[in-house]
C-alpha cells in the first residue's frame, strides 16, 4: 500500500480493534434492550425508547461531551470508577470503545428490536407449557429465532464504530496510539498541508470497509430470509 | 385426576365453571364464545385464576387469590389448534425439548412408543416447515406427549385440518389415550371427535356449565332437533367387500357402516342425528333403508310444533332419538312402552368427523 505512514496503519488497526470490543460489548447490552423493549410493559418505556435513542438525534459532539462529564476523571461515575476500581476511560483507547457502543446502541437495539417481534409469541408459550421458564425460553427459542437481526445488528454496529468521530475525539480526545481512530487521522490530515494523500486514501479504506460491512449484513439477512422459507 | 373451578369475569363475560375429570378424556364441548379456550388458559396457567380453584393429581396449580402456579412448573402438557413447533429445530429435537425440562425421575414416557404410535419416525431429522399439516400435529401431539405431563390439554388440535387429516390424526389421539394413560382434557366443538374420544363430556354454554355425562347422555338433549344426536355403541363385523359397507353389531340390530372400517372386532361408537331416524310400528319390507334396530318407546314430550324428539330404548339399552311429525305420532299411536322398529338411513352412517 502506497504513501501510508506508519502512524495511519496504527489508527487502522486501532480502529478496528475499537470497534470489535466495542461490538462485543454493544451486542449483549443491546439485545436484554432490545427484549425489554420488545416485549416488556412499563411505565415510562417511551421515554427509555427515547433515552437509547438520543445519541442517534444528537449532535455526536453532545454525546461525547455528556460522556466526558459522566465518564472524565472528574465526572459524576468516572470518579466513583476511579477510587474504587481504577477503572479511567478518559484519554484511554477503552474510553473509544464507551463512545463507540453509546453510538452503535441505537442501530443495533433498533435491528434486534425488530427481530425478537418477528418471533411468534405463541412459540414461547408452548416453550413454557412444555416446561422451559422465562430464561429457558429466551436461550432455546426467542435468541436462536432473533440471530438474523443480531448478526446484522453486529455488522452494522461494528460499522457505525469504526466510523465513529464526534463522540470520540470530544471525549477521548485524538491521542496516537491511544485514541487515534480512522476518522481521527483522516481530520488530522486534512488538517496539514501535506496530508491530502493520507487523508485521500484512509477515506477509500473508511469506504470500503463501511460499504463491505453494509453489503454483508444484506447477505446474513438474505441467507436468513431463504433458510427459512 | 383433575378438579375445575373457576368464577371470574374476563371481559364483558362471566366465566363460572365447575367440572372434574378422571383418567380417560374429559371433553369441553360448546359452541365457540362459550368459554371452553378459557377453561384451558385457567388450567394451563397462561391466565391468572383470581377465584376458584384448580387441582391436578392431588396438586394445587391455583387456589383464589393464594396460589398461582407458572405455566412451566405445573408439568400439563398443552397440544394448540396450531402445531406451533420450533421451527429453528429439527423433529427430533422439537420431540426432545420438554424432557430437558422433565425431572429425571418422572420422564416415564419413552419415546420410541411415541414415536411408533405416532408414525413420525420418518420424519424425525426433518424440519417443521417442510412437514405437511397433518404431520406437524401428530409431531406436536408427540412434543407435550414426551415432556412426561400429568395432564394433556388439547385446545381443538384438529380444527386446523381439513376432513381426511382429521381422520388420521383422531385414531391416533384415541390410541394415545389408551397406550400411555395421561388423562386428556379436549375442547372441542365437533360432536364427533368428542363422541369418539370422551368419557365424560362437559357441556359449555355461555361460559356456564350446561350439562355433563356421558357422550350418549349428553347428546339426547337438545334444543334444536338438528343437534339432537344419539350413540349408539358396537362391534365391527366382517366387510362387505362388493358393496363397500361394514356393519356395526348391537344388540338391536345391525347398523351398516358406508366404507370398508376395520379392523375386525373393534369396539365402535356411532352418530346419529334424530332428524335422521325413522321410527315404524312393523319391520318395513320394500324400503332401500338397510339400518333396522329394535327397541321400544320411552318417551313421547308433548308438544305444539310440527315435530317432536320420540326416545326409543333399543333392545340392549342403547337410546336412540327420532325427530318425527306429532302427526305421525298420533297417527301410529306411538306412547311409552309400544314396540317400534328406528328406521336409519345407511348413508348417515360414517365414522368421519363432518
Known amino acids: ?229 | 385426576m383433575i378438579d375445575v373451578e373457576i368464577h371470574q369475569r374476563l371481559g364483558g363475560f362471566q366465566l363460572d365453571v365447575d367440572f372434574s375429570g378422571d383418567g380417560g378424556v374429559t371433553a369441553l364441548f360448546g359452541p365457540s364464545g362459550s368459554g371452553k379456550s378459557s377453561v384451558i388458559k385457567f388450567i394451563a396457567g397462561l391466565t391468572r385464576l383470581r377465584s376458584g380453584r384448580i387441582v391436578v393429581d392431588g396438586a394445587v396449580m391455583a387456589d383464589g387469590q393464594t396460589r398461582h402456579v407458572p405455566p412451566h412448573r405445573r408439568r400439563i402438557g398443552v397440544v394448540f389448534q396450531e402445531a406451533r413447533l420450533f421451527p429453528h429445530l429439527s423433529v427430533r429435537h422439537n420431540l426432545r425439548y420438554g424432557r430437558l425440562f422433565t425431572p429425571r425421575g418422572q420422564r416415564h414416557i419413552a419415546e420410541g412408543p411415541v414415536i411408533e404410535t405416532l408414525g413420525i419416525g420418518h420424519l424425525l431429522d426433518r424440519h417443521p416447515s417442510t412437514l405437511s399439516g397433518g404431520e406437524q400435529q401428530r409431531v406436536s401431539l408427540g412434543r407435550a406427549l414426551l415432556a412426561s405431563p400429568r395432564l394433556l390439554l388439547m385446545d381443538e388440535p384438529l380444527a386446523s385440518l381439513d376432513a381426511p387429516r382429521r381422520l388420521e390424526i383422531l385414531p391416533l389421539i384415541e390410541a394415545l389415550r389408551d397406550e400411555f394413560g395421561i388423562p386428556i382434557v379436549y375442547v372441542s366443538h365437533a360432536v364427533e371427535e368428542v363422541v369418539r374420544l370422551a368419557g365424560k363430556v362437559v357441556v359449555l354454554e355461555a361460559g356456564k356449565v350446561a350439562r355433563v355425562g356421558s357422550p350418549t347422555d349428553v347428546f339426547r338433549v337438545a334444543a334444536d332437533r338438528f343437534e339432537i344426536m344419539s350413540v349408539i355403541e358396537g362391534r365391527l363385523g366382517p366387510p362387505n367387500a362388493p358393496f363397500q359397507l361394514t356393519p356395526v353389531e348391537t344388540p338391536a340390530g345391525i347398523v351398516w357402516l358406508n366404507g370398508l372400517v376395520r379392523p375386525l372386532g373393534r369396539e365402535v361408537r356411532v352418530l346419529v342425528h334424530a332428524t335422521d331416524v325413522a321410527l315404524a310400528t312393523r319391520r318395513p319390507e320394500g324400503v332401500t333403508i338397510r339400518t333396522v334396530l329394535a327397541g321400544t318407546v320411552a318417551d313421547v314430550p308433548d308438544g305444539s310444533g310440527p315435530s317432536v324428539t320420540v326416545d326409543v330404548a333399543l333392545d340392549g339399552g342403547s337410546r336412540i332419538a327420532a325427530s318425527v311429525t306429532r302427526a305421525a305420532v298420533a297417527e301410529l299411536g306411538l306412547k311409552p312402552g309400544r314396540p317400534v322398529f328406528a328406521l336409519v338411513k345407511s348413508v348417515a352412517l360414517d365414522e368421519r368427523p363432518l
Open chain 1, 1 to 229: 500500500m502506497p504513501d501510508l505512514s506508519p502512524d495511519a496503519w496504527t489508527a487502522i488497526a486501532l480502529s478496528f480493534k475499537v470497534a470489535a470490543v466495542a461490538t462485543l460489548w454493544g451486542v449483549p447490552v443491546s439485545t436484554v434492550l432490545a427484549l425489554i423493549l420488545a416485549r416488556g410493559r412499563f411505565p415510562g418505556k417511551a421515554l427509555f425508547d427515547g433515552l437509547i435513542h438520543l445519541p442517534l438525534v444528537l449532535p455526536p459532539v453532545v454525546t461525547g461531551y455528556a460522556l466526558l462529564l459522566l465518564l472524565g476523571r472528574k465526572g459524576l461515575i468516572g470518579a466513583f470508577l476511579d477510587q474504587h476500581f481504577g477503572i479511567v476511560f478518559a484519554f484511554r483507547w477503552t474510553g473509544a470503545v464507551v463512545a463507540a457502543v453509546v453510538m452503535s446502541l441505537p442501530i443495533i437495539v433498533r435491528a434486534i428490536r425488530l427481530s425478537i417481534e418477528a418471533v411468534d409469541a405463541r412459540l414461547e408459550q408452548a416453550s413454557g407449557a412444555l416446561g422451559a421458564g422465562p430464561f429457558a425460553t429466551f436461550f432455546l427459542v426467542t435468541l436462536p429465532l432473533s440471530l438474523p437481526g443480531i448478526l446484522v445488528g453486529a455488522t452494522l454496529g461494528f460499522a457505525k464504530a469504526l466510523g465513529e468521530f464526534g463522540a470520540t475525539i470530544t471525549f477521548v480526545s485524538n491521542i496516537p496510539g491511544e485514541t487515534r481512530t480512522i476518522a481521527s487521522a483522516i481530520y488530522t490530515a486534512s488538517q496539514s498541508p501535506e496530508g491530502d494523500g493520507e487523508a485521500l486514501l484512509l477515506s477509500v479504506i473508511a469506504a470500503c470497509i463501511g460499504l463491505a460491512a453494509l453489503v454483508a449484513s444484506e447477505v446474513i439477512a438474505r441467507w436468513f430470509r431463504r433458510a427459512s422459507s
